[in-house]
Nanobody, 119 residues
Framework: QVQLVESGGGLAQPGGSLRLSCAASVRIVSFHVMGWYRQAPGKERELVASITPDGFADYVDSMKDRFTISKDNAKNMVYLEIDSLKPEDTAVYYC?????????????WGQGTQVTVFS
């Protein structure tokens, strides 16, 4: 059973940083792309960043400056670092994986981790 489990969310003050982690129950090379999405209260879920197994990272234009996606293939982990936190970063952050190989055509989501930025 493929699972993605996020961690690292919590309460933070504006200007601070957080690093979110996503642990995969399978090798992350089983996904042709992994990404972080977020959903703020009353808004639709939106893509933040994505990364391929060979390390190509892509960001939504508005997220390029303060967000960094990375991975550790050996640990089957994907990370999202958020710098210079703003109140508008408050959201549930989800890890996503789109399968390849035997997982081709399948999409997986974690349960989400809450990030709350407050003064």
């Amino acid at each position: 059973q493929v699972q993605l489990v996020e961690s690292g969310g919590g309460l933070a003050q504006p200007g601070g940083s957080l690093r979110l982690s996503c642990a995969a129950s399978v090798r992350i090379v089983s996904f042709h792309v992994m990404g972080w999405y977020r959903q703020a209260p009353g808004k639709e879920r939106e893509l933040v960043a994505s990364i391929t197994p060979d390390g190509f990272a892509d960001y939504v234009d508005s997220m390029k400056d303060r967000f960094t996606i990375s991975k550790d293939n050996a640990k089957n982990m994907v990370y999202l670092e958020i710098d210079s936190l703003k109140p508008e970063d408050t959201a549930v952050y989800y890890c996503n994986g789109r399968g390849t190989g035997r997982l081709r055509g399948r999409e997986y989501w974690g349960q989400g981790t809450q990030v709350t930025v407050f003064s």
